[in-house]
């Protein structure tokens, strides 16, 4: 069992950067691959980033390419995004989710993918 939790999100103006955090109890997280999602209002949830559990495999949505940073430090049950060069487009409520299945980026892309998830944390960038 993994218990997530997210911290780090808040008002941003546009071209800043905010860095998320999630938390993760359990003593087995580095058995697990890591990923962000995000639901804008009005949308569906949408796959971010991915990582492995030793953090040579990532992946990134196109649309965040280039701009976001996944990371983790699994001395302390910790996934980060970095978020640079924020757009409006970008305001969403950001989840992190977490599985122990082999890597599988088709999958990890998916919501089906993890199996444990946290309750998110706004993010919001203003024009």
């Known amino acids: 069992q993994v218990q997530l939790v997210e911290s780090g999100g808040g008002l941003v103006q546009a071209g800043g950067s905010l860095r998320l955090s999630c938390a993760a109890s359990?003593?087995?997280?580095?058995?697990?691959?890591m990923g962000w999602f995000r639901q804008a209002p009005g949308k569906e949830q949408e796959f971010v980033a991915a990582?492995?559990?030793?953090?040579?495999?990532?992946y990134y949505a196109d649309s965040v390419k280039g701009r976001f940073t996944i990371s983790r430090d699994n001395a302390k049950n910790t996934v980060y995004l970095q978020m640079n060069s924020l757009k409006p487009e970008d305001t969403a409520v950001y989840s992190c989710?977490?599985?122990?299945?082999?890597?599988?980026?088709?999958?990890?892309?998916?919501?089906?993918?993890?199996?444990?998830w946290g309750q998110g944390t706004q993010v919001t960038v203003s024009p």
């Open positions: 990582i492995s559990w030793s953090g040579t495999r990532i």
């Open positions: 359990g003593r087995t997280f580095s058995a697990y691959a």
């Open positions: 989710a977490a599985d122990a299945r082999p890597f599988n980026i088709v999958v990890l892309t998916t919501k089906g993918g993890y199996a444990y």
